[in-house]
């Protein structure tokens, strides 16, 4: 017979392991943390919401504009990148301006407005002030106003107004045209270039053209005779007629006083008698100053006369 062999006691399996239920989660505490409370306590404060939003990023902006302005390099670029922009607007075809037209003006004046203006074309208007240039021509004594503007086909142009001449005045050997204040406006040559104008001559006539300009217009019944106007002293008026005539007007009242004249004339014929001089600047009679002429028949006429006539 086999012996019998004992069997080794195996180990009973172990049962599975049941899985273990998930633990319970935790319910959030409302709650904020003492940290979060504080900095929700701080955010209430209005200077720090606009320290946050505004204050804080414009000194960021600033300081870093203010760095990156600070170096040289970085100016000159932005130097650089402008002036390209500059001329490249300055430089576009509907700016460039070809040329000037001036209208309102006689040839002579427009040849001194375009040397007044100084512009050398082609030019861009954005080069050019407009008030300068109208500046600059209303400088001229010959131009009493001035417009200026940029008109189709890129054209600068103007529009002036001349100043009208009103009389003549002679200083020394030159011959000049005033307006009617008295302002020079240009030279002529010749007297018979304006010879429908009255002439000024003595020293501060310039200053008292308004005061001629309204004797003349009294003076019109004898404007055929008219020869010029002579100031004296700096203060009155000398009527310069032909024959060799002349009416000296008082220093104030002179208007009236050549109305007398003018009344005189009319009625009693007095400027066709031989007188050099009617000398108004009595404001009683005028004066009258004969020729030599009419002084020797007036004294022939008295030697005639026979002693104890009446004359």
Partial sequence: MQPLIAERDTPAPAPALAAAPPAPRQKRDPAPSRIRYRLGRLWLRPWVRAAVRIWIPTLVLVGSGWLLFSRPETREALDTVYARAVDAVRERREFRLVGMSITGASEPLKAQIAEAVGVAF???????????????????????????????????????????????????????????????????????????????????????????????????????????????????????????????????????????????????????????????????????????YAIGEMNRSRTATPQGEET
């Fill in 122 to 292: 082609p030019v861009s208007s954005l080069d050019l002030d407009l008030a300068k240039v109208r500046d600059r021509v209303e400088a001229l004594a010959a131009v009493r106003e001035a417009r200026v503007s940029v008109v189709g086909e890129n054209v600068l142009a103007l529009s002036v107004v001349e100043q009208q001449p009103a009389a003549i005045l002679r200083d020394g050997d030159e011959l000049a045209l005033l307006d009617t204040d008295g302002h020079r406006i240009a030279q002529i040559s010749d007297r018979a270039v304006r010879a429908d104008l009255p002439l000024l001559l003595g020293t501060g006539a310039e200053q008292a053209v308004p005061e001629a300009l309204a004797l003349l217009r009294i003076a019109r019944p004898i404007v055929s005779r008219l020869r010029g106007f002579v100031r004296v002293g700096e203060r009155r008026w000398d009527i310069v007629l032909d024959r060799g005539q002349r009416i000296m007007l008082p220093e104030k009242g002179a208007l009236s006083a050549l109305e007398r004249v003018i009344a005189l004339q009319q009625a009693e014929d007095l400027l066709s008698r031989d007188a050099t001089h009617i000398d108004m600047r009595d404001g009683e009679r005028p004066v009258l100053r004969l020729t030599p």
